[in-house]
């Protein structure tokens, strides 16, 4: 390479390039060697600009280092969506408006604050450990604002059609899953344990006696954190077509043995994508104590199904849901009334 034609020569005999910082701002170099000052601006040229993709996953990665595997599987939903939206975009270039606007259309979509603060959350530690890092020059989240009037109650039940979509799925697979989830409102580590020896196909009947937790990526099953979680759950006739006939009845796709976290959270998120509705397990879960609600369970029978240590946590699902009933019938009698005027 002719190193000379690639800059200026100056008077003195000296060769003349530039370089452009991070900042975009043009500095002048010059060096006796063409070929020493084509190396030295190399090195003096601003890196390519992190995408925030890059930032979001890199963080991602050295946060997950210091947190459980639920706090962990907390943040990989808002990393995926913030990439979707932003991923190829520069770090540099997210603005507070930007984020604000972003944080507003999900309150507009009934996003309840505590979801919307998550996302919020996700956002402020990845953009401030990029800024201890260097990686960028400031924070974006500290001028960006929470949206008013967020939705406070909670939406722990899946729609109806995400419910119908479920009971549709039993051919997918993790739809079985779904189904036992819905039939029995068992936890998710609960499920992901369970052996053919723990379930009593004739009455009916599940043994919970332990759960699948992870460390951090490691299928490891232990016995459930109270003594109320070691229960026997009745489920209805209608579960018994999807109950596998593997063991444990939920493997990992690959080893056949319990599944991974990584494994689980990748084959949920197809799951999810092939009944076209995002739900959660824990969802599921609440829907099942809705139904026992509608259905007049009491609130003790319940609270054996659902394997709460207190009954005072099942008697706030009930709370809950008999208010909510209470709003909705207050809605239908002031839309009646305004109809008369």
């Known amino acids: 390479m002719n190193y000379a034609k690639l800059f200026t020569r100056r008077k003195d005999g000296t060769y003349q390039g530039k370089y452009k910082d991070a900042a975009g701002k043009w500095h002048t170099v010059c060096a006796a060697d063409p070929k020493a000052l084509y190396h030295k601006l190399e090195k003096l040229k601003a890196p390519p600009a992190l995408s925030f993709k890059e930032m979001l996953e890199a963080w991602q990665e050295e946060h997950d280092k210091q947190l459980g595997y639920k706090a962990q599987e907390s943040y990989q939903t ?28 999900m309150g507009a979509k009934r996003y309840s604050r505590r979801t919307v603060q998550l996302y919020m959350t996700t956002l402020h530690l990845a953009f401030h450990w990029a800024v201890i890092r260097g990686d960028i020059r400031q924070d974006p ?10 939705n406070t109650t909670r939406r722990d039940v899946p729609e109806d059609a995400a419910l119908a979509a479920v009971l549709a799925s039993g051919e997918f697979p993790l ?8 039939y029995t409102g068992l936890r998710r580590g609960e499920a992901l344990a369970l052996r053919q020896a723990d379930v009593d196909r004739k009455n009916r009947v599940i043994h919970v006696r332990k759960s699948l937790t992870w460390t951090p990526n490691e299928p490891v099953v232990k016995l459930p954190k109270t003594e109320a979680g070691c229960r026997d759950v009745h489920f209805p006739a209608e579960l018994l077509p999807f109950l596998p006939s593997t063991d444990p009845l939920f493997p990992d796709h690959q080893t056949g043995e319990y599944m991974t976290l990584n494994h689980f959270v ?16 824990h969802q599921l879960r609440h829907y099942y104590a809705t139904a026992m609600y509608e259905a007049d369970v009491p609130v003790l029978a319940a609270q054996a199904q659902l394997g709460h240590k207190n ?6 699902i009930y709370t809950h849901l008999r208010n909510q009933k209470r709003e909705e019938a207050n809605a239908m009698i002031d839309a009646y009334f305004a109809a008369k005027k």
């Open 311 to 316: 009954a005072s946590t099942t008697m706030n």
């Open 175 to 182: 739809g079985p899953l779904a189904i036992l989830l819905y």
């Open 78 to 105: 808002p990393v995926r969506r913030l990439c979707e939206e932003w991923g190829d975009l520069p770090a540099e270039e997210i603005t507070p408006a930007m984020i604000t606007e972003y944080l507003a259309s």
């Open 266 to 281: 990748a084959d949920w998120r197809v799951y999810c994508a092939q009944i076209g509705h995002e739900i959660t397990c």
């Open 141 to 150: 989240t500290r001028a960006a604002s929470m949206p008013r009037g967020l």
